[in-house]
């Protein structure tokens, strides 16, 4: 079966920077788009970023543009969130989640285009 796990997560200074991985087994991994989503205390799930199957083509929510930055290795079966000049802001639960569209260099940000799920790391960023 499917499986996603992250790791990475911490607690950092505002500032700061956290790397994320996420470990995928039960799947051909470079066949397929994979995403990261964050759940803050209270909000809902939201959409940070996402990667195509070759890792060629990226796309990322305004919030975190230009400070995160997904990236895979297809070699080793993982994707990275590389998270710079965090924010309190930035504090959640970060999962990562894979699209079941093979070869798919559209952008997925939509939660419901996800068919496989972690079961997350927490990231604390402190002011």
């Known amino acids: 079966q499917v499986q996603l796990v992250e790791s990475g997560g911490g607690l950092v200074q505002a500032g700061g920077s956290l790397r994320l991985s996420c470990a995928a087994s039960g799947l051909t991994f470079s066949r397929y788009p994979m995403g990261w989503f964050r759940q803050g205390p209270g909000k809902e799930r939201e959409f940070a970023a996402t990667i195509d199957w070759s890792g060629g083509s990226t796309y990322y929510a305004d919030s975190v543009k230009g400070r995160f930055t997904i990236s895979r290795d297809n070699a080793n079966n993982t994707v990275y969130l590389q998270m710079n000049s965090l924010k309190p802001e930035d504090t959640a639960i970060y999962l990562c989640?894979?699209?079941?569209?093979?070869?798919?260099?559209?952008?997925?940000?939509?939660?419901?285009?996800?068919?496989?799920w972690g079961q997350g790391t927490q990231v604390t960023v402190s002011s």
């Open positions: 989640a894979a699209v079941m569209m093979p070869f798919s260099s559209r952008w997925h940000s939509r939660l419901s285009e996800y068919d496989y």
